[in-house]
């Protein structure tokens, strides 16, 4: 079981570095639906783009979400293959929708990733900082980078969290919450929270 949703409250809006606890289950660590949105994107055009202030990140979440929902079927299309478009790869899911809605697609599926250290991990004396901070939808994020004193590797722990918004009203209808596996490589970590956040909003009924 994950602590992870034990800090989510201390996280929204953070300005410092996150220090993010757990490790991998078998599904979401949260999610939330707007119990309004009655609806589904099934066989509907999707915009998916991430951020993150990590840019390998961003693109690896990217064309791994891209794949994770094309595999379930979905119609989708990434923001960053659009003719013209240039966002900052730190934007929030608010940039994103007025490009959804002019590209004809009725949903955005944006995803933020970031990466933090697992205090639990036995990697010896650290000295941490912190590269800003980032928010948006329900989560904010901050990416934790440390400098090993004792030798050892650090165990680096990265966490996704997607909204699924209607493009029509700018509405986040779906939004949840899934971490990686503490110390497993970022393509690893980022395709199983990717597979899980797909399979959680299938399940969920929005895709």
Request: with cysteine.
């Amino acid at each position: 079981m994950t602590a992870l949703n034990r800090f989510l409250p201390r996280w929204a809006g953070a300005g410092a570095a996150v220090v993010l606890m757990g490790c991998a289950t078998a599904g979401l660590d949260a999610q939330w639906r707007d119990p309004q949105f009655t609806g589904s994107f099934t066989g509907s055009k999707l915009l998916v783009a991430c951020g993150s202030n990590d840019e390998t990140a961003r693109r690896t979440c990217e064309d791994q979400m891209l794949a994770q929902l094309r595999s379930a079927g979905a119609n989708a299309v990434l923001a960053r293959d659009l003719p013209g478009t240039a966002v900052a790869s730190s934007a929030e899911v608010e940039a994103y929708v007025p490009l959804a809605r002019s590209s004809g697609a009725a949903g955005l599926v944006f995803t933020k990733v970031g990466g933090g250290l697992n205090p639990s991990a036995n990697h010896g004396s650290s000295v941490g900082f912190g590269l800003g901070g980032f928010g948006g939808g329900s989560v904010g994020f901050g990416l934790g980078v440390s400098l090993p004193i004792g030798g050892s590797r650090p165990q680096v722990a990265w966490v996704g969290n997607t909204s699924v918004v209607d493009a029509a009203t700018g509405r986040t209808v779906w939004s949840a919450t899934a971490t990686g596996g503490t110390g497993d490589p970022l393509t690893s970590q980022l395709d199983s929270v990717t597979k899980r956040l797909v399979e959680g909003a299938r399940k969920a009924g929005v895709l």
